[in-house]
Each structure stands twice: as C-alpha cells, then as structure tokens.
C-alpha cells in the first residue's frame, strides 16, 4: 500500500510539475506576415517557395492545417489580433471607406456601408495584457491600426513602417539607407530587443511587411528563382524572393533566441493577416496575371472564400510542443490574446474577448475538429458598376459562418441577399454550394450568424439617398 500510495504522489509531482513548467512565464514571439497564403510555405504545400527556416519551425512544433485570419483585408485583422475582439466589437470593418480611388463618387454607390471606427484607447491590448504581468513588450513593422501607434496600445518599444521594402520611412523617424531592406531592418531592431531584455520575460510582435506589395526584392534571390519551373500560379521571381527574405527574417530571430540560450522558455507563433492576393475566372481557372496561388483554395484576398481567409499557423516552442504535430482543430487569430493570456498567467480584461486558448491543443489534449462557430463579418464595398451603383456579388458586403465542417457565406445588399453553403471537409475548394440542396442547413447557420451580429451590434449598409442613377 504505502509503495502504491509513493508512485501516486511521484505521479502527481511529476504531472504537476509539468504544468508548472508549460504555464510558467514563457517569453512570446508573434510573427505576423502580410498577404501571405495558405499554401505560401514549402511546410503548408508549396513546391515553388523555399522556406527552409519556417518549415524547421513546422516539423519541429506544431501544425495547424484548418488556420484563420479574421478578415480577408490587413486591418481589420490586425485590430482584432491586438484587441482579441471581432470587427464589430473593435470598430475596423476595412482598410480604407468608399470611395477610396478618384474615380468614384459617393454618389455612384447604390448603398453606403457603415464606416470604420476609431480604434479606442480604453481598449485593452494583448500587449497591455502582457504588461499587467510583468512583459517588457516590442513591436517591430507594420501597425495599420488607426489612429494609434503601437506606443498608445501597450508597446514599450516600437518602429512602424509600411508601404515600401527600400526606401522606406519609419515612426519614429530613423535615418535608413536607400539600400536596407525593410525586413531586415526590423529583424535588427527586433534581435537588438530580445537581447536587451534576455534576463525577463517579454512579448515581440514582428508584423512584418512581406510578402505585400510593392513587389520589391534583392537581387541575387531574383535570379535564383528566375531558373525555377513556376508551379501552377506561383510563378513570380520577386515574389519568391520577397519570400524567402521573410523566411531568412524568421531563421535570424529563431538564431537569436537560440544564442541567447531561450529556445527553451519561448513560444514562437508565425501566421498571416489574410490570404494571399490572388483570383479565379467564373471557371475557377486562374486569372493571367497572377503572381501566385492558394490552390486548392478559392480565391484570394479580399474575398470572403477560403483563399482569402485561411493562413498558415505554426506554433514552436523547444521541449514543451511535440515535433512533428498537427492540429485539424480550426483556429483565427483573435484566439491568440486567449492564449497568451493563460500561458502569461494573466487575468481576463474587463471586455468581451471573443477567442479561445488554443492552450490544451498545444499540450495535445484536444487536437480534433470542434464544433465552436467562428464568425466573419465584412460590410465592405468594392468596385462598382456605375451605371447601375451595385457590385458583382464577390464585392458586396459579405458575411460567413463556420460551423463544424460546414461554411455559410451571406452577401448583402441594404436590401437583398444572396446564401451559399459549402461542406469544406468534402469540398475545401468552394466549388459545390449546397444552399439549394441542403435549405435546413442552410436555414441553421443563417439563423446562427443573424443572432451573432445582433449580439455584437453589428452595422450594415443602408440605402444611399445621394445615388445618381447613370
């Protein structure tokens, strides 16, 4: 008896001090590429870009094949990121209101959609979490966040810049080369950080700017893929190059932890802000100028189909996730404040969080496909026919649930609406809508996503009394 009554205790000790050591304090790496896709890194299925350092990450931690971006656009999925909140609770519906080019009026719009809110300070950010308990945080690259600046939400030290790989500008202003990259760049500001703050624990976000436009990259890597065989439609030099730029990023920070002996207390969590910029022909052939894919995927970004929001997701952390793992269970981006806030030890903010840990995933506990919905909601409008004031469908408001295996895309008018419905296990690629043969269904997720927007206080686009008929 008193030998069974020692092995249960050991037992205990050991399971006990396992957890201790998973939910100690672990310092946080959050690199979030831009417009990079599902299928944009050799580890996720692609056999034109090389990402060596980035697939090290993969097969060495874990996997997860059914990943989210909260928006098919950067902004809105920054400012749920930071905020852990959905775009209605947050207030960023897109990048930029209608109409956004020269060549169009407001009065060429049939309807106005309801326009982005300021980004409000009494928010509480996953970066303000991390210091209510001791974090010393960095933020390195694009912010898109408007009107704060990553200082206002939480972060002790920061640079923010976009729009340009060369030649860009930064805030606050550094005198910078003509001739530095912008990602590199930030990977010395982001090593410069680890290394100052080694002894404590701290929160990097490194939102870096790759793979977005403008297609600038260096030149020896241009050359190498100009003598690659293009796969599909990833076929694009600069693109690649801009790629593997973004990989040799990761391998740096990756390098530095491991000089500085914290591989072992960091969880490194690499993702994407929204698919990569790519679109079909009503065949669901590619488009001729396209620069790369996420077949088999449907679409890309902009558009509320697959393509345009799942993403690569990859979690590592030495000694505590499991090589090799993978996870089919879904998970979007407002999932990490979650997280990070239970592996930080840190308490729930006094404000709606719309996420969950994706904690007991990582300890392998609970790998499997769920039944959580997860909601998209995207009141925005594209291009416009101007003699009529109303887009194609793909450019109209356009709000989706996912449901177990099923998806459910809603597009919307002020005054009509159009339903598809889409069992992604049996067709991940979109091209089967099951509205018309399944209306039950149909009719269950419509009902689902109609009480969501009305909990979240959702805004929609109304009917635009300044529209002048062509």
């Not at 007991?360 to 009529?388: F, T």
Request: charged share 25%; with cysteine.
């Amino acid at each position: 008896m008193k030998k069974i009554v020692f092995v249960l205790i050991a037992l205990s000790v050991i399971a006990n001090g396992y957890a201790k050591k998973f939910l100690e304090k672990p310092n946080v790496v959050l690199i979030f590429s831009d417009d990079l896709g599902w299928t944009g890194l050799g580890s996720f299925g692609s056999d034109y870009y090389e990402t060596p350092n980035l697939d090290l990450l993969c097969n060495n931690g874990m996997k997860f094949t059914q990943g989210y971006a909260t928006a098919p656009v950067c902004a809105p999925s920054r400012a749920a990121l930071i905020s852990g909140q959905y775009a209605p609770r947050n207030g960023t519906y897109r990048v930029t209101d209608v109409p956004r080019s020269k060549r169009f009026k407001m009065e060429d719009y049939l309807a106005v959609q309801p326009k982005n809110r300021d980004f409000e300070l009494e928010i509480f950010t996953m970066a303000e979490m991390f210091k209510s308990v001791d974090y010393t945080t960095g933020m390195f690259g694009k912010w898109h966040i408007h009107p704060t600046s990553p200082g206002d939400c939480g972060f002790d030290k920061w640079i923010a810049s976009q729009g340009a790989h060369y030649g860009f500008k930064t805030s606050p202003h550094y005198d910078v080369p003509k001739d530095v990259y912008l990602s590199d760049f930030m990977a010395d500001h982001a090593i410069e950080f680890i290394n100052e703050n080694k002894e404590q624990p701290f929160f990097l976000y490194l939102p870096d700017f790759l793979v977005h436009k403008p297609h600038e990259a260096k030149a020896p890597l241009i050359e190498k893929y100009k003598k690659k065989k293009p796969v599909r439609g990833q076929k694009d030099p600069v693109y690649a190059a801009m790629t593997e730029s973004l990989d040799q990023t990761v391998g740096r920070i990756y390098q530095a932890l491991k000089e500085n002996g914290l591989l072992e207390n960091t969880l490194i969590v690499f993702t994407s802000d929204n698919g990569a910029n790519c679109h079909m022909n009503s065949d669901f052939s590619l488009k001729d100028n396209v620069f790369t894919d996420n077949l088999p995927l449907r679409e890309g970004k902009g558009k509320m189909y697959e393509g345009g929001l799942r993403v690569p997701y990859i979690f590592y952390w030495k000694g505590e996730i499991n090589a090799g793992t993978v996870c089919d269970k879904p998970i979007i981006n407002v999932d990490l404040y979650p997280t990070f806030m239970e592996l930080a030890g840190a308490q729930k903010p006094d404000q709606p969080l719309d996420g969950e840990s994706v904690v007991s995933s990582l300890k392998e506990q609970d790998k499997k496909s769920d039944k959580r919905a997860l909601y998209w909601h995207y009141p925005n409008y594209g291009p416009v026919n101007r003699k009529s004031g109303t887009p194609k469908y793909a450019y109209i408001p356009t709000d989706v649930i996912r449901y177990g295996d099923y998806k459910l895309l809603e597009f919307y008018h002020y005054d009509t609406e159009h339903i598809e419905l889409y069992n992604l296990k049996e067709d991940i690629g979109e091209r089967n809508d099951l509205a018309e043969k399944m209306p039950e269904k149909a009719k269950e997720l419509h009902q689902m996503l109609k009480d969501w927007r009305k909990e979240v206080g959702a805004e929609y686009p109304y009917k635009n009394p300044d529209f002048k008929q062509k």
